[in-house]
């Protein structure tokens, strides 16, 4: 049965009472949901979830427990959990969910409603909103959510962005790449590894000058939270960085600033793509990819022809999946080729990344 000290409250008014099943206290931030059936713990520790409160749409969350493993950054980025029916089983061994969260100060409530939770936010958009665990009376609840911030406008990356770090690949490596960390996925970092590149990590503000120092045969642009729009002093950096010839990949946030760079506006959307069932036209081959997908903002198509070609379109809504740049390695895609979670049709992506940098590396001397 549902608690009546407990509930979610959107903030155009609307309550979908619910069940406290961790910590007792009150969450704020944009309401946002996925329809991933598995990998919770990937999503919740993914930097792109930051300042949000994550609805999962498969019924019951934490049926196997966490492990440090499989965690994208090194805490939970969300603000709160909601879902049908929350567990903190622990199989093996592993840690239960309810209680790795409790751990983390974050709420969570089930009992909820999600079908009628995420009807209304595809109808209305998403929106700020405030998970109440601890009784806190609605008219106060409302007042906290008035007073944060929309998430348009907003750059998050200075909050999840990590100190420079360095990857190893098995010897010899066949390249050196550099990621810019606007809130990168771990399994990123791994999986360019594992295609044989020595990846050096550095902060959202490196300079052009610091991506240099990293002597790059590629450069990727990461995931991360926020409005692109909002992040001026990032896309004169990338434009920068497109006056070397390196290779230049995009993902997801890392897209949209390319894009950007290269001219083209963004928006938000109304209630954006975040899941791992994401049906995607590689426009070249006709090829469907079904991707893992996590984003609030999308890439406006360019007026006319130009330089710019569209590669990737999404089969839901005709939004940009991706863009390269004619004549140049440089090319983006909105999805998330890494597939943490999710499938893998678009995995080899960045084995192809690294493959265009070991070719750098070949022609440059530099391996």
């Given at each position: 049965m549902t608690d009546p000290a407990a509930y979610v409250l959107l903030e155009d008014g609307t309550v979908f009472p619910g069940r406290r099943a961790s910590r007792a206290?009150?969450?704020?931030?944009?309401?946002?949901?996925?329809?991933?059936?598995t990998g919770y713990q990937e999503s919740l520790?993914?930097?792109?979830?930051?300042?949000?409160?994550?609805?999962?749409?498969?019924?019951?969350?934490?049926?196997?427990?966490?492990?440090?493993?499989?965690?994208?950054?090194?805490?939970?980025?969300?603000?709160?959990?909601?879902?049908?029916?929350?567990?903190?089983?622990?199989?093996?061994?592993?840690?239960?969910?309810?209680?790795?969260?409790?751990?983390?100060?974050?709420?969570?409530?089930?009992?909820?409603?999600?079908?009628?939770l995420v009807t209304h936010l595809r109808e209305r958009g998403s929106m700020r909103g405030a998970i109440v665990t601890d009784g806190t009376p609605v008219a106060v609840a409302s007042a906290r959510i008035a007073a944060i911030p929309a998430m348009s406008g907003l750059d998050l990356t200075a909050q999840v962005s990590r100190p420079r770090r360095e990857l190893f690949a098995p010897p010899p490596p066949r390249a050196r790449v550099t990621v810019v960390d606007y809130g990168t996925k771990d399994s990123i970092v791994r999986l360019l590894a594992e295609a044989g590149a020595h990846v050096t990590v550095v902060p959202h503000d490196a300079t052009a000058a610091d991506v240099a120092g990293t002597d790059p045969d590629g450069i990727l642009l990461a995931n991360g939270p926020g409005d692109p729009g909002a992040m001026d002093d990032h896309v004169a950096r990338i434009r920068t960085l497109l006056a070397q010839d390196a290779p230049l990949f995009g993902i997801c946030l890392g897209h949209q600033l390319l894009a950007r760079a290269l001219g083209l506006e963004t928006f938000k959307l109304r209630f954006g793509h975040r899941g791992a069932n994401h049906p995607v036209l590689e426009?070249?081959?006709?090829?469907?990819?079904?991707?893992?997908?996590?984003?609030?903002?999308?890439?406006?198509?360019?007026?006319?022809?130009?330089?710019?070609?569209?590669?990737?379109?999404?089969?839901?809504?005709?939004?940009?999946?991706?863009?390269?740049?004619?004549?140049?390695?440089?090319?983006?895609?909105q999805f998330h080729p890494e597939a943490s979670p999710g499938p893998h049709d678009a995995r080899g992506a960045l084995v192809a990344f690294v493959n265009a940098a070991a070719a750098h590396a070949t022609s440059r001397?530099?391996?």
């Open positions: 206290g009150v969450a704020l931030g944009e309401v946002v949901f996925t329809t991933g059936m520790t993914d930097p792109s979830f930051a300042e949000q409160v994550l609805v999962f749409t498969a019924p019951m969350i934490g049926n196997y427990g966490v492990e440090a493993e499989v965690a994208e950054s090194d805490h939970v980025q969300v603000r709160a959990m909601v879902c049908v029916e929350a567990r903190n089983a622990t199989p093996n061994g592993r840690q239960g969910l309810l209680d790795w969260l409790d751990d983390a100060s974050v709420p969570v409530i089930d009992r909820i409603d999600t079908r009628a426009r070249e081959t006709g090829r469907v990819l079904v991707t893992s997908q996590n984003h609030g903002f999308a890439v406006a198509p360019p007026d006319g022809d130009g330089d710019v070609v569209i590669t990737h379109e999404s089969l839901y809504d005709r939004t940009v999946e991706g863009l390269r740049l004619a004549g140049r390695e440089v090319w983006s895609m001397g530099a391996i």
